[in-house]
C-alpha cells in the first residue's frame, strides 16, 4: 500500500526532489488534483497510518513517504520567502510545512466522507491567507 501511495505522489509530476518552483497555493492546487483524481488515496494513507503505527516496517515507509512531501511543502514556502515574499517569517518553514500536508490529509479525509461540507479550495485559500499573514479582505 505504501507503494501505491508513492506511485501516485510520483505520478502526479516530477517529485524526485523538492520543487523550489512551485508555490504552496500551486502545491495545494496539484495536492487537492490529486486526491481528486485518485480518491482511494486518501483512504489508503489513513489505513497506512493506522498501520504505522503498530507495524515498524510501514511506519518506516510513510514516515519516508511524509518527509519527503513535507520537504516539497518546505521548498515551495522557502521559495515564496526569498521570492514574492508573500510568506511571513514568524513561522518556520519545517512548521508551516506540516500545516499545509496535515491540513491537507484532514481536509481530504473529512471530503471523503461528506464532500459538499469541505470546500477544499475556499479552505486552501483561507490558510494560504494565514500563513502570509494578510488580512482577510487582501486576497
Known amino acids: 500500500m505504501v507503494g501505491f501511495a508513492a506511485e501516485k505522489f510520483a505520478s502526479e509530476g516530477d517529485h524526485t526532489r523538492p520543487s523550489g518552483d512551485e508555490t504552496v497555493h500551486q502545491h495545494l492546487a496539484r495536492a487537492h488534483a490529486t486526491f481528486e483524481r485518485n480518491p482511494e488515496l486518501a483512504i489508503v494513507l489513513q489505513e497506512l497510518a493506522l498501520r504505522a503505527q503498530r507495524d515498524a516496517t510501514t511506519r518506516v515507509a510513510l ?20 521570492g514574492a515574499g508573500t510568506i511571513g517569517r514568524g513561522v518556520g518553514a519545517p512548521e508551516l510545512a506540516l500545516v499545509v500536508t496535515s491540513f491537507v490529509m484532514g481536509a481530504m479525509t473529512q471530503h471523503g466522507v461528506e464532500a459538499k461540507a469541505v470546500p477544499f ?18 486576497r
Not at 513535507?70 to 526569498?82: P, T
Not at 490558510?127 to 479582505?137: F, G, K, N, S, T
Open 63 to 82: 514516515r519516508s513517504l511524509f518527509r519527503f512531501w513535507n520537504r516539497q511543502v518546505e521548498g515551495a514556502i522557502e521559495a515564496e520567502r526569498g
Open 121 to 138: 479550495e475556499a479552505l486552501a485559500l483561507e490558510l494560504e491567507r494565514l500563513i502570509a499573514q494578510r488580512p482577510r479582505d487582501a
